[in-house]
């Protein structure tokens, strides 16, 4: 089955006070380890969104082999970049994976388990949790691709996924990575903490 995986990474990082995606866990950067992630997991079809900083990100992008898809309207927020990254998916594409580049310490395993539960009940958007908190990142059949470009309604993602209702299924995961991000100071040294 065809999958892509889409990587946000268009924000300005400004509750770290740095750029996220070049901060360093265990000799990697962030970004890094968020396109190893998907690639150890068996996704070659990669996708990042860049916005702010774009051209500090291309080139590791280019040595990653992942596909930069430039946001113009990253300070319009997140969803914005959601809407860019589908825009540029083509048919043929079975479902895609959306992630958060500040989460960067999930398990392939986690990304396996959703691909293959994909297989097994292929309407289903796909959301992970771990002791019941839904985090990251979300499987979503292609299919609703174009339901959720047409989504103006509040939530962003969130929103646009609960009009589907009953479609969206939550999925207990052994990995309380999904849950861990990199948003503030404070979270990064917690993280680069989990893999000393």
Known sequence: MSFSAIILAAGHS???GCFKPLLKISGKTIMEKAVVLFRDAGIQDVR???GHESKLLEPLLERLGARAILNPSYDEGMFSSVLSALQSLEEGV???LILPVDIPL???R????LMDLHQAQPDRILVPCFMHRHGHP????YKYRDSILGWHGEGGLKGALKQLGGMVLSVEVDDPDILIDCDTPGDYETAKTRCS
Not at 138 to 141: K, T
Request: aromatic share 4%; net charge positive; hydrophobic share 55%.
């Open 48 to 50: 990042v969104v860049v």
């Open 14 to 16: 400004s509750r770290m």
């Open 110 to 113: 986690t990304i396996r388990h």
């Open 106 to 108: 999930i398990h392939p």
């Open 94 to 96: 079975e479902a895609f």
């Open 138 to 141: 979300v499987l979503v059949p």
